[in-house]
């Protein structure tokens, strides 16, 4: 699946076949993510699709909204251990080949291990980057799309003179604050972007009040 819409017929086909199964549904999405044959801004996208609506409350779609959330910080985290680690070995090195200068030839010491390239430790430090980079919109289509069907509601409510704080409502809030809680450590590296793009003054503050709860709790 190369294009975004390819995965999500992917999904949409697993979703078809397993319908009944919703426990298999979740293992073989992760599958689906851990080979990379989807991604996870496809799951994100699909997940908040029209055609999911009716699975929307269902708690096997959140099993999934976080797996693919865990996914991808681990994959972040790991690049940047290891673009760290290389970083310091390369460090190391200088340091070292800088001291054993000072000692006399015949003791000089062995190296500690494989010394990186200043190549390959910069194409950690991109791919890192690029991984940076798809966290950050990960959580940018997740909030947007809470921004949007919450906002939809209010707006459907307010028009039919309604009381907006339906069940739907509070699960649905219940859910984003869920968000906010259990991948707190990374949304907060974005909470910037996520202020000035999406969390704007201008929304109703039944949703930016989610916001803010998280950014107060931060502090």
């Not at 599958?31 to 996208?45: G, M, P, S």
Request: charged content about 30%; aromatic content about 8%; glycine content about 2%.
């Amino acid at each position: 699946g190369n294009t975004e819409e390819a995965q999500i017929c992917i999904l949409r086909s697993v979703v078809d076949l397993w319908k009944s199964h919703q426990q298999m549904l979740v293992v073989l999405i992760d599958k689906l993510l851990k080979t990379q044959i989807v991604e996870c801004a496809a799951v994100a996208n699909w997940v908040f699709s029209k055609e999911m609506v009716p699975e929307f409350s269902k708690c096997y779609i959140w099993e999934i909204v976080h797996l693919t959330i865990r996914k991808m910080n681990k994959h972040v985290a790991k690049l940047q251990k290891d673009a760290t680690e290389a970083r310091k070995a390369i460090e190391y090195s200088d340091s070292d080949s800088s001291d054993s200068e000072d000692e006399s030839r015949g003791r000089r010491k062995t190296k500690p291990a494989e010394r990186p390239t200043e190549d390959q430790v910069e194409k950690l430090e991109d791919k890192l980057e690029a991984a940076q980079a798809d966290q950050k919109n990960l959580f940018l289509i997740i909030f947007q799309r809470f921004i949007m069907i919450l906002s939809e509601h209010l707006v459907r409510c307010d028009t039919d003179a309604v009381d907006f704080k339906t069940p739907w409502f509070h699960w649905t809030v219940g859910r984003l604050h869920q968000i906010f809680m259990l991948h707190h450590e990374q949304v907060e590296k974005y909470s910037t972007t996520l202020e000035t793009l999406l969390f704007t003054q201008d929304l109703d503050p039944n949703i930016l009040d989610v916001f803010h709860q998280f950014v107060a709790l931060r502090m």
